[in-house]
C-alpha cells in the first residue's frame, strides 16, 4: 500500500511516497482502508519536529481518517469488516491503509460522507474540549474567536451558537470573516486593519468577552487578553502565528481571569469516556445541522506536500483532506 512518508525533519516538501507492505492488525487493533484524511496544523509542526509529540523517524504523518474496516484484530466486537468508520491515531492516517487502537475507532452515522467524517475528530473534539470541558461557555455568554477562518476556529464558532452564545469572530481577511458569518459568527474583527482592542470593546459594549479562543498565538494574544471581560476563560488551543507568547500574570489578577490550556490529544487520552461523550454531542450537533463541517480543498497522496503547506501558509479555511 502507498503512505506518505517522513524520513527526516523538514518542511512538506520533504516528504515523499512509498509503497509499504500491508497493514496487520493485532490484538485490539483495527486495519481500515483509508478513504479520506483529515489535515491538521499539528501535522505541519510534527514533521519539522517542533511539535509537543515527537514520532521516531521515518514515520507517516496524519492523525484523523475515515475508510473502511478491512481486518480487525483479537477482542474487537464493535465495528467488523465492511464497516464505514470513523478513527484517531497517533500517527499513519496519510496512507492507503492505516491501523488504529479498537478504542480510537468508532462507527460512520448513516448518510454520512466520508470528507466529513474525516474532518469532525480532531477541530471539532479539540474546539469541544475547549469551549463546552475547560472553558464551560453559557447561553447568554460572549466568546471571541481568534484566527477564526480556520478548522478549530470555525468549530469553535458552530459549538458557540449551539450553545446559545454570542461569538465574535477574528481574522486577517474580509474573506475570510465572510466564511466566520456563514458559519455563525455574530459579529467579525479583522485584525490586519483594524485595532483589535478598539474592535473588541466596540464588540461588546465595553463589557469584554466572557471567553477568548486562542488557537493562533503572537501578537495578538497580549491585547486580547487586555481586553477579556470579569472572571474571563482564555483558552489556549495552539500557535499557529509561529510565536509562544509571553503574558504578564498581573493581567489575570486585574480581570479575576483565568488562562485554561487546551490539550485535546491528552485528554482523548487520559479521559476516552468524556471525549466519547464530546463525540457523540457534536455528531447529535451534526444530524441537527447546527455544525457542517467546511471542506475547502481536496488532495491526492502526491499532493500531501501541498496540502501542508497550503495549512502553513494560513490559506486553508475550515478543512482539507487528503484523499489516497
Not at 77 to 94: P, T
Not at 141 to 156: C, D, H, K, Y
Not at 265 to 283: I, V, W
Request: glycine letters at 12%.
Amino acid at each position: 500500500m502507498k503512505a506518505v512518508r517522513c524520513k527526516a525533519w523538514g518542511m512538506p516538501e520533504s516528504l515523499v511516497v512509498e509503497e509499504l507492505a500491508p497493514l496487520v492488525a493485532g490484538d485490539g487493533e483495527v486495519v481500515i482502508d483509508v478513504k479520506a484524511a483529515g489535515v491538521n496544523f499539528p501535522d505541519v509542526l510534527i514533521i519539522q519536529g517542533k511539535y509537543q509529540v515527537k514520532p521516531a523517524l521515518p514515520f507517516t504523518p496524519g492523525s484523523e481518517l475515515a475508510g473502511v474496516v478491512s481486518s480487525v484484530g483479537a477482542g474487537v466486537s464493535h465495528v467488523k469488516v465492511g464497516d464505514q468508520v470513523i478513527a484517531f491515531v497517533a500517527q499513519g492516517a496519510f496512507a492507503e491503509q492505516a491501523v488504529a487502537s479498537a478504542a480510537a475507532v468508532m462507527p460512520m452515522p448513516p448518510g454520512m460522507d466520508f470528507d466529513t467524517a474525516a474532518a469532525i475528530t480532531l477541530t471539532y473534539g479539540t474546539s469541544h474540549h475547549a469551549v463546552v470541558d475547560r472553558a464551560g461557555l453559557k447561553a447568554g455568554e460572549t466568546m471571541l474567536v481568534l484566527g477564526a477562518a480556520g478548522g478549530v476556529g470555525l468549530a469553535a464558532i458552530e459549538i458557540g451558537k449551539a450553545l446559545g452564545a454570542t461569538v465574535i469572530a477574528c481574522a486577517s481577511t474580509d474573506e475570510k470573516l465572510a466564511v466566520c458569518r456563514a458559519h455563525g459568527a455574530d459579529a467579525t474583527i479583522n485584525y490586519s486593519t483594524e485595532d483589535l482592542r478598539a474592535a473588541i470593546k466596540a464588540a461588546t459594549g465595553g463589557k469584554g468577552p466572557d471567553v477568548i479562543y486562542d488557537p493562533v498565538g503572537g501578537i495578538y494574544t497580549e491585547p486580547a487578553f487586555r481586553s477579556i471581560g470579569w472572571r474571563g476563560r482564555y483558552l489556549v488551543v495552539g500557535f499557529a502565528n509561529g510565536e509562544i507568547p509571553q503574558l504578564p500574570l498581573n493581567l489575570m489578577l486585574l480581570k479575576g481571569a483565568s488562562l485554561v490550556g487546551v490539550f485535546w490529544g491528552e485528554f482523548a487520552k487520559r479521559e476516552p469516556k468524556a471525549n466519547l461523550a464530546g463525540m457523540r454531542q457534536l455528531l447529535g450537533w451534526l444530524a441537527e445541522g447546527k455544525i457542517r463541517p467546511r471542506i475547502s480543498g481536496r488532495y491526492a497522496l502526491a499532493q500531501a506536500s501541498s496540502a501542508l503547506d497550503d495549512m502553513a501558509a494560513r490559506k486553508v479555511t475550515g478543512k482539507v483532506v487528503i484523499v489516497p
